[in-house]
């Protein structure tokens, strides 16, 4: 199985921070990753898919970066509606694996 | 507009079956696949398997191997997941979501959830 190893597991920050996360995978996954966002209590929603490519309707301060084995989610100005858990996921290979989550919260 | 609706909150007892279902609309329910997460408490987003709507094809993980069978009904665009033997480690919010309709990809839709609740 293809390991998914993201950092920071959770960080502090407050509103107007540039925040960045970050997953490796285990082995070469491509560009076969996307991020995720799921607040309390509600479901995940995609950011990015493809590694790179922002999702419809996703705000343009949400990016992604990488290939292979190093990706990167970067939110340039932290927003209030921000606040969540982040997971990324690699659908290169079955079984798909998520990283475990960084928790963003309220400096 | 993409909607994926899920059936409700289920309470089990151990050793039981649970099946929930997921009710597509505003896409053409062939042409994709749905994939099943799960999410346990005080746990990160758990992949469970994926089935293609379009040819039945299905992808499960291993650790469900024998106790999971996800399908799909093209005449009322639903798909279901039927998980059985179940343990209190089982207990999670459930969710649908919509992926590739040949090989299991992202998810650009998601269904509500489903909790479970397994207790004796």
């Known amino acids: 199985d293809i390991q998914m190893t993201q950092s920071p597991s959770s960080l502090s920050a407050s509103v107007g921070d540039r925040v960045t996360i970050t997953c490796r995978a285990s082995q070469g996954i491509r560009k076969d990753l996307d991020w995720y966002q799921q607040k309390s209590g509600k479901n995940p929603e995609r950011l990015i898919y493809?590694?790179?490519s922002l999702q419809s309707g996703v705000p343009s301060r949400f990016s992604g970066s990488g290939s292979g084995t190093e990706f990167t989610l970067t939110i340039s100005s932290l927003q209030p509606e921000d606040f969540a858990t982040y997971y990324c996921l690699q659908h290169n290979s079955y079984p798909l694996t998520f990283g475990q989550g960084t928790k963003v919260e309220i400096k | 507009q993409v909607q994926l609706v899920q059936s409700g909150v289920e309470v089990k007892k151990p050793g039981a079956s649970v099946k929930v279902s997921c009710k597509a609309s505003g896409y053409t329910f062939g042409s994709y696949g749905i994939t099943w997460v799960r999410h346990a408490p005080g746990q990160g987003l758990e992949w469970m398997g994926w089935?293609?709507?379009?040819?039945?094809?299905?992808n499960y993980a291993q650790k469900f191997q024998g106790r999971l069978t996800m399908t799909t009904d093209t005449s009322t665009s639903t798909a279901y997941m039927e998980l059985r033997s179940l343990r209190s480690d089982d207990t999670a919010v459930y969710y649908c979501?919509?992926?590739?309709?040949?090989?299991?990809?992202?998810?650009?839709?998601w269904g509500q959830g489903t909790l479970l609740t397994v207790s004796s």
């Open positions: 979501a919509r992926s590739g309709a040949k090989v299991a990809k992202g998810f650009d839709h």
């Open positions: 493809g590694a790179s």
């Open positions: 089935i293609s709507a379009y040819n039945g094809v299905a």
